[in-house]
């Protein structure tokens, strides 16, 4: 039976904590009941440098019962830091860990089928949402928006999947190389490149609290997302400054007919002429400055080059 570490990242959760730590407890000696799960097996809290009573929350609860543990960060770190910070944590002592919200608006129903899946020989579990209906249809939009558009640039993500997911603990030690400091985590887990799978489920509401994710963080999440994995946007420049360019020939062209048919006022020409041809010029030498930069980028952020899945040794 393996031991499996649930982690959850906290941030001023004080309004949800008492009823999670409820469910998630049941639920856990449910699994261990069953035979699924090990004794061993704990339910890691993270506080984000919260500002409410999460953090004595927490304790309280790791007094009453020793299945509960935490870990305290002394800052906010954001969601993804946090949720990394527990992983690394459980990664010492689990066989695998998985990462959940504190608001449980993923369903703890499905966590049998994580750990049944693990057992089958994978090395993450993605849960992926059904359908989206509790989200406001903003949040919808945008979400699916974001999702198409990371495809157009060459990312991969899973589809509908957020950060609810089983890694292993070899999976967990690849992350660990992954050295970035902007950290989006559906994006790194899918170049690991182990053994997956999905397991659907239905997205509740959140029952209490509000979302920490106000519009303002979901933008910068969504950008940092693109500019951490994708170096298009530099190639796109560059396509603008060739296409400018080429304009500016047509431009040109009809900057010098209407001189020569003397529609003009004196000078203007000139002055039509090199704003194009500038124009292009410039932005075909950002995109080539771009081009180095994205070169740059990528070996700044020296992740690991290959993985090794099965060594046949004699
Ligand atoms: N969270 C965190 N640090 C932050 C913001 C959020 O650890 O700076 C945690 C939060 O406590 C929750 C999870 O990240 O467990 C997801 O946040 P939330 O439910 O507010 O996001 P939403 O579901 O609305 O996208
Ligand atoms: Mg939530």
């Known amino acids: 039976m393996p031991i499996v570490y649930l982690v959850i990242p906290c941030y001023n959760e004080e309004a949800v904590l008492p ?51 935490g870990v305290k960060l002394a800052h906010n770190r954001g969601h993804q830091n946090a949720l990394l910070a527990g992983l690394m944590t459980a990664m010492e002592y689990a066989d695998c860990a998985i ?7 993923d369903d703890i129903e499905v966590l049998d089928q994580f750990v049944e899946k693990f057992q089958d020989g994978c090395d993450v579990v ?15 939009g945008t979400a ?24 292993s603990k070899r999976a967990l030690e690849a992350l660990s190389e992954y050295k970035e400091t902007n950290l989006f985590l559906r994006g790194i887990i899918p170049l690991i490149g182990y053994r997956s799978d999905y ?3 239905d997205r509740h509401e959140r029952f209490a609290g509000e979302s920490k994710y106000p519009l303002k963080k ?18 796109i420049i560059s396509n603008l400054g060739i296409f400018i360019s080429i304009l500016s020939i047509a431009g040109l062209l009809y900057a010098l007919i209407s001189y020569l048919t003397n529609q003009t006022v004196a000078g203007w020409t000139a002055i039509v002429a090199s704003i194009w041809l500038l124009g292009g010029l410039q932005m075909l030498c950002i995109g080539v400055v771009g081009g180095y930069i994205g070169k740059v980028y990528n070996e700044v952020k020296a992740r690991p080059r290959f993985r090794i899945e099965e060594f046949l040794k004699k």
Do not use: C
């Not at 993605?126 to 919808?140: E, H, L, M």
């Open 19 to 69: 009823e999670t730590i409820k469910q998630l407890i049941h639920k856990l000696d449910a699994m261990i009941a069953k035979g699924l799960v090990d004794q061993q097996s704990r339910i890691l809290f993270v506080d984000d440098g919260s500002k409410d009573k999460t953090w004595e929350m927490i304790r309280r609860s790791h007094e009453e019962n020793k299945q509960i543990i």
């Open 218 to 235: 979901m933008i910068s999440f969504a950008l940092d997302g693109i500019s951490s994995f994708s170096v298009k946007p530099l190639k």
């Open 144 to 167: 699916q928006g974001f999702y198409k558009l990371m495809k157009i640039l060459g990312v991969d993500v899973v589809y509908n999947h957020a950060d609810y997911r089983l890694m």
């Open 99 to 105: 990462s959940l919200d504190a608001d449980l608006q």
């Open 199 to 201: 397991v659907y489920y």
């Open 126 to 140: 993605y849960g992926v949402r059904n359908k989206r209906d509790t989200d406001s249809a903003f949040k919808r």
